[in-house]
Every structure is written in structure tokens, then in C-alpha cells.
């Protein structure tokens, strides 16, 4: 009988950093969302290879303020865990550099509960300690400890998870390579197994390990570290690191970690992306990734049921909830966006900042998956003061994104599409003297290119305009600020400051993938 394979990355497009564990036949997982709201990404799996989201660990405004977040802050590295019928979400919350000479945290430690991992979850406890990439680790006594970096630092906790007991000890501070970060500890026959993500999140990322027979040590470094990293840069997959392993109910250990697929160069416009491969336990008792190969393109599945989950790539907004492959730039105006205003379609109503404005919001968007691919969608705008537009956008941050709106101009409707490239604006085209108020609207990616359309009816499409290097669409493309994300692509509206509150209705949106 043939042996099942998949592909790696298992989940694609902007899903970094992931955390997973299992509960019986079920396996969860967590993302980092950074400036995106709603926050935490969880998703679902029985067989580790499919993926669905299930839900978001933060879902309300009042539980979480990024509105003045700056791209690439906010949640970073969240971890997930299971204890005694609870789930539990540790995440660091990234603020902004202080001003002025102000003196501040840089980060503080959110925890949330749940009895149903996909929540709702309790509103974030804030532990006041200045660190990234948290993880939880519970001793077999039931204590509860969080373990941060540079290296791996152990604080005890209290029962609830809310307060901090003692200071943090330092146990492993790694193997030497730079940004020893996203700590782990596990428990396996008698040994207490240290991992980190060193090297950075880019080119050169890694994963390693040390262990000990106490907890506080002292640890020994895995003769075999790293453990996994990508050492070929011809590869199709690179910045492999930052990982957790599982252990599935038949006693096979995997590991998801993130990783990013260069697209014509070394620029990854989708961000970073979670794989998963097979874990080896050594004679001498190591754990080592698909033995020392580093990550793997195609891979024998888990044996596992295989189960899949359909693609919800189309939406006509029907529903009386989004759905949760959308996420909104920073947190919405809840007052400024409705799907019940007017029934089967997803209403903005638009307010005064521009998308290149931190103060910009109710621009909704989902992850772009595939290096080729198609988005369309249909609108219905009545502009008729100069700055109002609405359309559709492929985003990466507030300086680096392109647009494509119906707008007023010159004392007509136009069709314009316009990039904004490490904030540098320009406009690539536009259609004048325009009478419809119904456009459809349509971008096709192949690779580092970009081609922008609009129809009238759904059939006939006109090009507007091209971009034949969409690098400044990645991490690697960012000039300036933190740049962690990938490319999304959704839907926007604003007036362009000119203070009137105008609705745009969007009727439907479509992603459709152009790979084999």
C-alpha cells in the first residue's frame, strides 16, 4: 500500500512562530497575529498535515489596544497548553519604543484561559515581565512555571497563572548563536528537554536543544544541535526554527516550526509559514529533526486518519459573523462596519485616515498563500467628494502595500491603482470618466508580479496596471521598522480625510489559487 506524503509548509502564508499540542486525538495550534486583530490565530488538526482555524484566543476590543500599535508589534510568539481540562495561552505583547527619552517596557506577558480550545477566552492577565516568546511548562508536581528568554529563564507561578513567585532563574543560555529566543521545556523519561530558536527568524534560523535530570539544571547541549536548520541556499524552504514538538497517541514525536519560501530571490512575499517533520529519538537519548536532513519539501505523513477540511475561499458574506480566515488591520470601528446594515454584503463605512496612517482602520484582510494566485470582488461606492475610495488592497504594512478604489477626482469617478513602496507613492494607472458605482475589481500574482484589473460586468476585464517586483511585499523587502508579517489581501475604505462617512458595500470576495 503507497504510504501517504504531503508538502511542506503544512499551513501557508503568514503563520508564524507556531505552538502545538495534543488533547486526546486532537491537535491545537497557535500563531503569532502581531498589529491583527481579532489575536492569536488557533487552529485545529487530527492528522497534523490539515489545518482549520477554529477561533482567536483575543476577540474583543476592550481586552486588547493595538490601535496605535506599529507594524510588526503587538502579538508575537504565543504559546499553547493543556493542563487538568484548561487551555492556556501565554503571549508577549510588544509595545512601541518609548518616546522623547521616555523610560518603559518594551513587552509584557498576557495569559488567557479557556475550558474549549477554540475559547472564548478569559480576558488577559498581564504579568509584568519585559521578554518575548513565553512558554508554560507544568512540572509533574503541578507546579506551573513560564520560561522566557535571551536563552531559557524559569519563573515559577502561582496555581492561577496570574502572579509571579520568586525571580527568573537562568538555566541554558544557548549554544552562542545570536537571538536565543521562543524557549520550550518538556519532561521525557526523567530528562527535563530545553529547546530554543537561535540564529534569528531569518536566513540562518535554527533550532537546539539541552537537557538535564533537574530542572534548574545545569544542562547539557545536544552533541547533535543544531537540531534542525536549513544549511542549503538553493532550498525551496529556508528560516527553518522556532519550534514545538508533539508526541501523537501512537507515541510518534513531530515538530512544527516556521519557515519561509523565497520567492524569485530571498524574499518571502508570505511572510512566515509553519512545516512540520518527523522527530528521532537517538541511542543516547536525543531527539534530532528528520534525521539532521533539515526541512523536508515532500515528507511521509503521520499515521495519523487522515482528515481535510474544505478551503473557504469564497465569501459572500451571507453569514451573521466574518469569517475567520479575516482578520482587520489593528482593531476595528465597531460602529463602522456591519453585516447586517444591508444583508449578504460586508458594509464600511469609511472614516478619514489613508492606509499609510497608523490611525487607519477597518481595513479587513486574510493571508496570501500561494506566490500565484487570483483575488477578485465586487463593490457598490457612490463617491462623490474628492479622497473617498474603496477597493481592494494587498497589504503588508502601512508603508509598504498597493491599492486598487474607485474614487472621485477632478470632478469624476476613476479607477486608480496606486503602490506604496517603503513610502514612496505612485500612482501605476487609472481609468477616468467612469458612470458605474458597481465595479468588480481583480489582482493575478505570478510570483514577484502583480496585475490589476477592473470589470463592469464581471466578464470583460481592463488592465489597469502592473508591477513586475513586488519584493517591498516581504520581510526582506522592509526598509525601515520591524518587519515579521506577510502579504494579505482584502478589501478597505476611507474618505481620504475629507471627514464625510460614506458606505461602501462589498458583495463578495474570492481567492482562488493559480499553483498545480
Not at 491537535?27 to 489575536?39: E, G, I
Not at 515532500?298 to 473557504?312: F, G, H, N
Not at 477578485?376 to 475610495?389: V, W
Not at 465595479?439 to 502583480?450: A, G, L, T
Request: aromatic letters at 12%; hydrophobic letters at 30%; glycine letters at 8%.
Amino acid at each position: 500500500m503507497k504510504k501517504r506524503t504531503y508538502r511542506n509548509p503544512v499551513v501557508k502564508g503568514f503563520f508564524p512562530d507556531p505552538s502545538v499540542i495534543r488533547v486526546g486525538e486532537d491537535y491545537y495550534m497557535v500563531n503569532s497575529t502581531f498589529q491583527y486583530f481579532p489575536a492569536i490565530v488557533i487552529s485545529h488538526s487530527r492528522d497534523l498535515v490539515h489545518w482549520e482555524i477554529i477561533g482567536h484566543a483575543i476577540t474583543k476590543n476592550e481586552y486588547l489596544d493595538l490601535t496605535g500599535i506599529e507594524d510588526s508589534h503587538g502579538i508575537w510568539a504565543p504559546d499553547i497548553s493543556y493542563y487538568n481540562g484548561t487551555y492556556y495561552i501565554f503571549a508577549p505583547l510588544r509595545l512601541n519604543n518609548p518616546e522623547n527619552g521616555e523610560k518603559g517596557p518594551l513587552r509584557v506577558q498576557l495569559v488567557m484561559k479557556s475550558d474549549r480550545p477554540e475559547g472564548p477566552y478569559s480576558k488577559p492577565v498581564i504579568i509584568p515581565i519585559d521578554a518575548i516568546d513565553p512558554s508554560h511548562f507544568i512540572d509533574d508536581d503541578g507546579t506551573h512555571y513560564m520560561v522566557v528568554p535571551p536563552g531559557v529563564n524559569i519563573i515559577k507561578l502561582n496555581d492561577d497563572c496570574t502572579e509571579v513567585i520568586g525571580e527568573p532563574v537562568a538555566v541554558w543560555p544557548g549554544t552562542g548563536r545570536r537571538a536565543p529566543e521562543g524557549p520550550h521545556i518538556f519532561k521525557k523519561d526523567g530528562f527535563y528537554y530545553a529547546m530554543l530558536a537561535e540564529g534569528g527568524t531569518g536566513y540562518g534560523h535554527c533550532v537546539t536543544a539541552a537537557r538535564s535530570k533537574n530542572l534548574y539544571g545545569p544542562y547539557e547541549p545536544c552533541p547533535y544541535n543544531p537540531v534542525l536548520t536549513q544549511t542549503d541556499p538553493e532550498a525551496k524552504l529556508q528560516r527553518a526554527g522556532h519550534g514545538k514538538l508533539v508526541q501523537t497517541q501512537y507515541g510518534d514525536w513531530w515538530i512544527l516550526y516556521l519557515c519561509g519560501r523565497p520567492n524569485e530571490g530571498r524574499f518571502c512575499t508570505l511572510g512566515r509559514e509553519t512545516a512540520l517533520d518527523p522527530v528521532q529519538w537517538t541511542e543516547d537519548g536525543w531527539f534530532i529533526v528528520n534525521n539532521l536532513k533539515g526541512p523536508s519539501e515532500e515528507q511521509e505523513a503521520p499515521s495519523l486518519p487522515e482528515v481535510i477540511y474544505p478551503e473557504k475561499n469564497f465569501d459572500d458574506f451571507d453569514d451573521s459573523k466574518l469569517s475567520l480566515e479575516w482578520q482587520f488591520v489593528r482593531n476595528p470601528n465597531e460602529l463602522n462596519w456591519s453585516l447586517e446594515e444591508r444583508p449578504g454584503h460586508f458594509r464600511i463605512w469609511t472614516e478619514n485616515y489613508d492606509l499609510n496612517n497608523i490611525a487607519a482602520r477597518n481595513t479587513l484582510v486574510r493571508r496570501e498563500k500561494h506566490h500565484c494566485y487570483e483575488a477578485s470582488l465586487k463593490l457598490e461606492f457612490y463617491p462623490s467628494n474628492a479622497g473617498e475610495q474603496a477597493g481592494l488592497v494587498c497589504y503588508y504594512g502601512r508603508r509598504n502595500y498597493v491599492k486598487m478604489f474607485l474614487t472621485y477626482e477632478d470632478d469624476m469617478k476613476k479607477v486608480k491603482v496606486v503602490e506604496n513602496r517603503n513610502k514612496c507613492v505612485t500612482c501605476l494607472g487609472e481609468v477616468s470618466g467612469l458612470q458605474s458605482n458597481v465595479m468588480y475589481f481583480k489582482v493575478k500574482v505570478k510570483k514577484q508580479k502583480r496585475d490589476f484589473y477592473y470589470s463592469l460586468d464581471n466578464q470583460t476585464w481592463i488592465h489597469v496596471a502592473h508591477i513586475s517586483d513586488a519584493r517591498f511585499l516581504s520581510d526582506e523587502g522592509v526598509l525601515e521598522g520591524k518587519h515579521h508579517t506577510g502579504t494579505m489581501v482584502g478589501l478597505y475604505a476611507n474618505n481620504g480625510g475629507n471627514g464625510r462617512r460614506i458606505c461602501a458595500d462589498f458583495d463578495w470576495f474570492y481567492y482562488h489559487s493559480l499553483e498545480s
